[in-house]
């Protein structure tokens, strides 16, 4: 459907630490509801063009060019080269370079020409020295990730063993030259200066993002919110049910799990973050949109830590926001070193909108009185029932209303304190961690253990009148990575080197009816933080997703476990509203036992990532790289009512993998990075097909797709059917299993400098990514494509002083085979060819974007910096 958005966001921050302000900074009133900018969004329909305009300010006191800047490419590494030389000029050969307090070290060629690969992103010092020369050391060298940084030294030549000099490193380029496609970078040290809890908040300041309401996914670019890939320490970590965006028109959405997201790692806990909305490199897919790295923090050479702790707890106005924020990291030994952090957050209540303690919600207070009622009124001799009537005190709301009345139990409330926007029971918290350890050994190789946990809990009110009706759910998100960096062989113009990065990771959801303990316990808990696991009636223990119960949905088996509850024995479970005891005296919407009604979810994925690239500086011009990613998905699912047999189950074991080679030629003037990506993915899902034995069909004899559940069950007669079973007798069901999907995409960059302060670039891939495998394994699903994107940009960054930079990109994409919903006609074998209205996933949306990106960054002295960035763009789709 058609839709226009225009967004505007603005921040002002000022020159000291948002920090400072420890316990007594207060979201609600500073930066309410903790986001980063205003968003004002109208939407208003998707087939026609879409037109979106997107101005963002930021006024920050960060140090000048650390918010971002486009650069090479997406990774967790960078390089650094340059040259070393005496006073006079001359290159200086076989000088020693190496990265201070690490194993990273090299010598110098002929040409006195340097290069260090796979620096781990992050501030180093640098040395360089050499016989009858004073040690040069530079000091607060920034390597981002991807990049390559040019650092060249110069030696001072005596006959004296002296101590060393030191220099200060200069600024980074405000002008890259091997710049080949548009990437926003996030320091981690700089944002943590900043007044935001997540690190979407900040991404979603840059030129071609828009981020979602609750902040948690980001558009890039016209794209919808699952079509760009994340990636947490080098491997991909995105779920195969990737909880898109609703079905709406031509949209899709699995409507299931807790995925990982840019916001899974804590701010605390990521050295950095970046954002590429340019064309990708051959080396990073799965993505039609953009590319979302996140590189952990580690620990480094001294000990270090930080603690904080934010509230807004106080007042009616507040929804009691605390969040407590540590880290703590140092060395272990020698070159082993640890990093532990992460935050913990609470809501005492869920935000309700404006105006909403104009509308009361009342909670129990004690018993008012008894009633006797007769279960058959006007029956003299029918049996009595006795009814409990309570007394309501207002929770949310303001008791300033009935301050006046004459009741004096209604005046005071009966003894509550009334609690002004917050509403009861809707608690919200999470929780952020992620630690590990690193060891460097060699010459630059290393290994790295890491974990990244996200749990994110909250309840919703439920019944007033019927505690049992409570309902929570729990999401979390487990990331184990072992990386593994071995140089190979390295010369000073040439170096081989191996990188594997293995990972296993967790993502569990469930939402479901609490049990009375857990209902209790999580009511109103200190702070707002939920510590324990929510505890469900329904649990995986006592509702497993099998494959009995696929099974049983699959042929709706009569009398089967298909719900929470023995559906044939409705007396057991259904839900009563007889006496109207809720506050608002209805008899529909509030029940007063039985239960619990509502719906059952859970979503279970467990995957196994591998990724391996072999790194090989053939020379001084040429960088090649080779390798691959490999995932294997594990999904149980379940989505359905307690009540009714509607709900759909499936355990599937979907693979995905890939290969590239990619090869970057830096001639200095001009960088040239090209390369070949093939993609890979089977889901091994099965289509109901049913035997078409209707006279006068045009498909007789032949099986039909129909996505049902049915009792045509048996045998065709012999001698009808296909021929392959006609002699036999045809089964009149059978199940088919998708084919698999593949395809090899194109990728090029190139970067090159027209003078010192500008440089243009340009970028074309084809960039795919597998579909979300919920709506393959959905009943409406099909047979399901790659989406695809071509994607061409071309781009400029001039610097018109040391204070001043302009970043400009224009863009084309095009949208290929995107899932899209649409009905279709079918028939029904089993009925005679009976036509069926049917809605159906496929592959039939497709769509252009165009636009163009501004961004302008102007330092005023040092106490702040100004963005200025503007996005237009102009989208279309089917």
């Known amino acids: 459907m058609p839709a226009t958005r225009r967004t505007i966001g603005i921040i002002l921050i000022p020159f000291f630490p948002a920090r400072v302000f420890g316990a007594a900074l207060v979201r609600s009133a500073i930066w309410p509801g903790a986001a980063l900018g205003a968003q004002m969004t109208q939407v208003a329909g998707r087939t026609d063009p879409v037109r979106r305009v997107i101005l963002t300010a930021v006024i920050t006191a960060a140090a000048w060019g650390v918010v971002s800047v486009p650069l090479l490419a997406q990774g967790t590494n960078g390089k650094i080269e340059g040259r070393v030389r005496d006073q006079t000029g001359t290159p200086i050969a076989s000088a020693q370079v190496f990265v201070v307090n690490t194993t990273f070290s090299t010598i110098t060629d002929a040409d006195g020409f340097y290069f260090i690969n796979n620096v781990p992103v992050g501030t180093i010092d640098l040395q360089a020295s050499f016989i009858g020369y004073r040690p040069a050391r530079i000091e607060g060298i920034k390597i981002l990730s991807g990049q390559t940084l040019t650092q060249d030294v110069t030696l001072e030549a005596t006959p004296f063993e002296v101590e060393e000099i030191t220099v200060i490193a200069a600024v980074n380029p405000l002008v890259p030259r091997d710049e080949v496609t548009t990437k926003q970078r996030v320091d981690g040290d700089y944002a943590q200066q900043l007044p935001i809890d997540r690190v979407s908040q900040v991404l979603a300041l840059q030129p071609g993002v828009v981020a979602s309401a ?78 979302i790295a996140v590189q952990t923090r580690s620990g480094g050479s001294s000990w270090t830590g930080s603690l904080s702790y934010e509230t807004n707890d106080f007042g009616s106005a507040s ?57 058959s009124p006007g029956d003299p001799l029918s049996d009595t029932s006795t009814v409990e009537i309570q007394k309501w005190a207002i929770y949310l709301g303001n008791c300033d209303h009935f301050a006046a009345s004459s009741n004096p139990d209604i005046a005071s409330n009966y003894g509550f304190e009334c609690q002004g926007v917050r509403a009861p029971a809707t608690t919200r918290s999470g929780m952020r961690l992620n630690a590990n350890v690193n060891w460097s050994y060699g010459t630059g190789s290393r290994l790295r253990l890491s974990a990244v946990f996200n749990q994110d809990q909250r309840r919703n009110i439920g019944s ?97 476990r298909q719900s929470p509850y023995r559906l044939e024995d409705e007396l057991g479970y259904a839900t009563i509203s007889r006496y109207r005891t809720n506050p608002y005296g209805l008899l529909s919407l509030w029940t007063e036992s039985g239960g619990p009604a509502g719906t059952h979810r859970v979503n279970d994925e467990n995957r196994w990532v591998a990724r391996s690239t072999l790194d090989w ?151 795919v990514q597998v579909p979300d495998f919920g709506l393959i394994y959905d009943f409406r699903g099909t047979d399901l494509d790659f989406g695809r994107t071509i994607v061409f940009e071309f781009g400029m960054r001039h610097s018109f002083s040391a204070d001043a930079v302009l970043d400009i990109s224009a863009y084309n994409k095009d949208n290929l085979s995107n899932t899209s919903e649409r009905i279709f006609t079918l028939f029904d074998p089993a009925a005679n060819n009976l036509p069926i209205s049917q809605l159906l996933i496929t592959n039939a949306d497709f769509g252009n974007v165009k636009g163009i990106d501004l961004r302008y960054d102007r330092r005023f002295g040092n106490l702040f910096n100004g963005t200025l960035a503007y996005t237009f763009e102009d989208a279309k789709s089917t």
């Open 319 to 375: 929804y009691g926001l605390n969040r407590i924020t540590g880290s703590l990291s140092g060395p272990i030994f020698n070159n082993l070193t640890f990093f532990l952090g992460g935050d913990l957050e609470g809501q005492q209540a869920r935000q309700e909108g404006k105006g909403v303690i104009d509308y009361p919600i009342s909670v129990q207070a004690g018993r008012d009185t008894v009633l006797v009622v007769p279960d």
């Open 464 to 560: 007033p009148s019927n505690p049992i009706q409570a309902v929570g759910q729990t999401g979390s998100n487990a990331i184990y990575t072992l990386n593994w960096t071995q140089n190979l062989t390295r010369s000073a113009e040439r170096a081989l080197a191996l990188e594997v990065g293995l990972s296993y990771q967790e993502d569990r959801f469930i939402r479901s009816a609490l049990t009375r303990a857990s209902e209790r316990e999580s009511y109103a808990p200190f702070g707002g933080f939920l510590l324990d696991q929510l505890d469900y009636v329904f649990d995986r223990d006592q509702f497993p997703v099998d494959r009995q119960l696929v099974a049983n949905i699959r042929d709706d088996s009569l009398n089967s």
């Open 214 to 291: 609750d902040g948690g996914t980001l558009y890039i670019r016209g794209g919808r919110a699952d079509e760009a890939v994340l990636y947490i320490d080098g491997v991909p970590a995105q779920s195969g049910s990737r909880n898109a965006i609703q079905f709406q028109g031509s949209s899709g959405r699995s409507n299931f799990g807790f995925n990982p997201n840019v916001n899974t790692v804590s701010t605390v806990g990521f050295a950095e973050a970046s954002i590429t909305t340019g064309a990708a490199a051959a080396e990073f897919g799965n993505s039609q949109a953009g590319v």
């Open 617 to 767: 500086q053939a020379d001084r011009f040429n960088r090649i790289k080779l390798g691959g990613e490999f995932t294997r998905y594990d999904i149980h699912s379940f989505n359905g009512s307690m009540f009714v047999p509607n709900g759909r189950a499936y355990i599937e074991k979907p693979v995905r993998w890939s290969g590239f080679f990619q090869n970057r030629l830096d001639l200095g003037d001009v960088v040239v990075e090209g390369g070949l990506r093939y993609d890979y993915y089977r889901s091994g899902a099965e289509r109901t097909f049913l035997l078409d034995l209707t006279q006068g069909s045009p498909t007789i004899n032949q099986y039909v797709f129909l996505p049902k559940s049915t009792d045509y069950r048996g045998t065709a007669p012999v001698g009808e059917g296909p021929a392959d079973c006609s002699a036999t007798g045809c089964p009149l069901t059978v199940f088919r299993t998708d084919q698999s999907h593949d395809y090899l995409s194109p990728h090029i960059q190139v970067a090159f400098p027209v003078t010192r302060t500008t440089n243009f670039r340009l970028s074309y891939a084809h960039q």
